[in-house]
């Protein structure tokens, strides 16, 4: 199953049958509740994204939480949501103030904090762990007014929805700059804190579909010198090809075989006027031989390769 196909489905769903109901609503207070509510306004911070907050160039426990005995590195991945409180966060030995709705990822054997300094009180963190891409624990880990611990209720599953988070995680850690793929992992991970709170994750179906296709499109234009099939890139965004074509030209106003076919022919039109030989140009848009791509170029631009360079060569000149 495509990792698009399996985020539609936990948006039509919030509680999958192969796992036991996945909510913490009883534990949260209406401002916890507030707070695991508005993904919009939750902080990011990780390798994968953007740094929203700015580290503490001063503290007085500083020493004590880099000190390596007060860390650690785990080989799983891990996810903290903070609920409530303001607390001091260690990441890759750096400190920051984090306020209620910051979310905070480690990967494998990112090195951060294993404890808090001497005197944090009056918090709760949300944390998901993730050994591998088929479990997900979930717990909350609070500390009272008192300075009191406490571990509420460790929740296990294993679905499809856990696969979702760990491979939309590895996509954003193998290319960090892809805006469209941390918002595929914020979908993920929004959909299951939704579930936390025991309500559905309603994703715009629209808003949704503009991902998957602008993500196909993205794919499309940096594969153009491969066959590039419906079955192909319907199976790569985990629709089958009938529903898949029909989206497409949905939001494109385009079939996708017409799509394909004009950026197969901007390429070649840029190629040509860089000056590439027909041969060079017609492997770099996927055609098997320079006869086969003159017969395309000449169908699409009315004019042979040789024919069209010569008619535009004022355009190399320049």
């Not at 290319?175 to 469209?180: Q, T």
């Not at 099939?229 to 079939?255: D, E, I, P």
Request: proline share 6%.
């Amino acid at each position: 199953m495509g990792l698009a196909s399996i985020l539609l489905e936990n948006s039509m769903s919030a509680i999958s049958p192969q796992t036991e109901i996945f909510s913490f609503s009883q534990y949260l207070s209406e401002e916890e509740a507030r707070t695991v509510a508005a993904p919009k306004k939750w902080r990011w911070m990780g390798t994968c994204f953007p740094r929203s907050l700015t580290p503490l160039k001063r503290h007085r426990h500083r020493r004590w939480m880099l000190d390596p005995t007060h860390c650690h590195t785990p080989p799983q991945r891990e996810l903290l949501l903070v609920l409530s409180g303001t607390t001091v966060a260690n990441l890759k030995n750096e400190l920051y103030s984090v306020p209620p709705g910051t979310v905070f990822l480690f990967d494998h054997y990112e090195t951060h904090g294993l404890e808090l300094p001497p005197g944090q009180k009056d918090f709760r963190h949300l944390w998901l762990h993730l050994p591998n891409r088929n479990q997900m624990s979930t717990n909350i880990y609070s500390v009272d007014e008192t300075g009191d611990p406490n571990d509420l209720a460790v929740k296990i599953r294993s679905d499809s929805s856990v696969q979702l988070i760990f491979d939309a995680w590895s996509a954003c850690a193998a290319n960090p700059e892809s805006r469209l793929n941390r918002a595929l992992f914020q979908s993920a991970v929004t959909t299951t804190f939704l579930e936390i709170l025991g309500r559905p994750a309603l994703q715009p179906t629209g808003e949704f579909e503009t991902h998957v296709v602008d993500y196909i499109s993205t794919y499309i234009e940096s594969h153009l010198n491969e066959p590039l099939t419906l079955s192909r890139l319907s199976k790569l965004a985990g629709y089958n090809s009938y529903s898949f074509h029909r989206m497409f030209k949905r939001h494109k106003q385009v079939t996708l075989h017409r799509h394909i076919m004009q950026r197969r022919i901007s390429k070649a039109r840029k190629l040509l006027l860089e000056g590439y030989n027909v041969e060079s140009v017609s492997e770099s848009v996927g055609l098997s031989s320079a006869a086969v791509f003159s017969r395309f170029f000449k169908s699409q631009a009315e004019l042979s390769p040789s024919t069209w360079r010569k008619e535009n060569r004022f355009e190399i000149e320049s």
